[in-house]
Structures are given as structure tokens and as C-alpha cells.
């Protein structure tokens, strides 16, 4: 039986046939887990609290995080012709700018099996610097 170049497994391609397999398959059960911890069974929705709100920003992202706020958040307060001071009390200063929104916060790693982008809350403003839409938005 013939070895592969560095010899550590033989080259049948039989043998190289199971490896892929088997690498594939655990792939398969690494992006399995992965999923299963992001949506199955995700952090418990946390009360939003303004502190550990702006406590939560980018250089923190310890639980709980402002992911896990969010539903909390546009459930409890009106933010829909809230102005611009009033959102800022809150929720802190904007974060960074994106086109076509006033204020922007950062939510953490998007919620998916694979998180390659960042989540963030935005607002938009009108010409009366209060709210009128908001969304969560991926980067």
C-alpha cells in the first residue's frame, strides 16, 4: 500500500474517502451545536435597564448583553417620537454613523448559526429630531 507524501495516512482512496467524510461530518456537528446554542436555547431575554444598557457598549460583552434587551426595550418604551435628548438619556450617545440613520448602537455579533457580521440598533430621525423608525441591522 502506497503512503501519502507525508506519510500519515495511506493514500487508498477508500481510506481518503472515510477522512473526507468524517471531517465533513464533524463540521456537520460543530455548525449543529453551534445552532443550537444561538437559537434553541438562547440567553433568557434580559429586563432593559439603562445602565447595564450603556454598561453593555462595544468594549463589553459580557451578559447581559444588549441583544438580549432589545425586545424588552421597544416593548417597554415608546421610542417612536421620542427626540433625539430623550433617546440619548436612555440609551446613551450614538455610537458610530450609518448612511441614512441618526443614531446607531451596537448590539454584538449578529444572531445566526454563523456569525461573521455585527448587530446593531439604529434610528432615524426626522425633521423634528424625533424618532420615527427603528431597526436592528446587520454590518
Known amino acids: 500500500m502506497k ?5 500519515i495516512i495511506p493514500c ?14 464533524v463540521l456537520g456537528l460543530l455548525g449543529a451545536l453551534r445552532l443550537a446554542q444561538t437559537t434553541l436555547a438562547p ?14 457598549g462595544s468594549s463589553n460583552a459580557s451578559y447581559p448583553t444588549r441583544l438580549d434587551m432589545l425586545d424588552d426595550l421597544t416593548k417597554r418604551y415608546p421610542l ?3 427626540s433625539k435628548t430623550e433617546v440619548e438619556i436612555l440609551l446613551g450617545p450614538s ?12 448590539l454584538g455579533p449578529e444572531p445566526s448559526m454563523f456569525s461573521v457580521d455585527t ?3 439604529v434610528l432615524r430621525l426626522g425633521d423634528n ?3 420615527v423608525t427603528y431597526q436592528m441591522i446587520t454590518d
Open 119 to 121: 448587530a446593531w440598533f
Open 12 to 25: 487508498s482512496p477508500r481510506i481518503l474517502i472515510l477522512f473526507g467524510l468524517a471531517f465533513v461530518l
Open 80 to 82: 417612536r417620537g421620542m
Open 95 to 106: 455610537e458610530i454613523s450609518f448612511d441614512g440613520w441618526d443614531l446607531a448602537y451596537w
Open 3 to 7: 503512503l501519502c507524501r507525508h506519510r
Open 43 to 56: 440567553h433568557p431575554l434580559a429586563q432593559f435597564e439603562t445602565s447595564r444598557w450603556q454598561h453593555a
Open 129 to 131: 429630531e424625533q424618532v
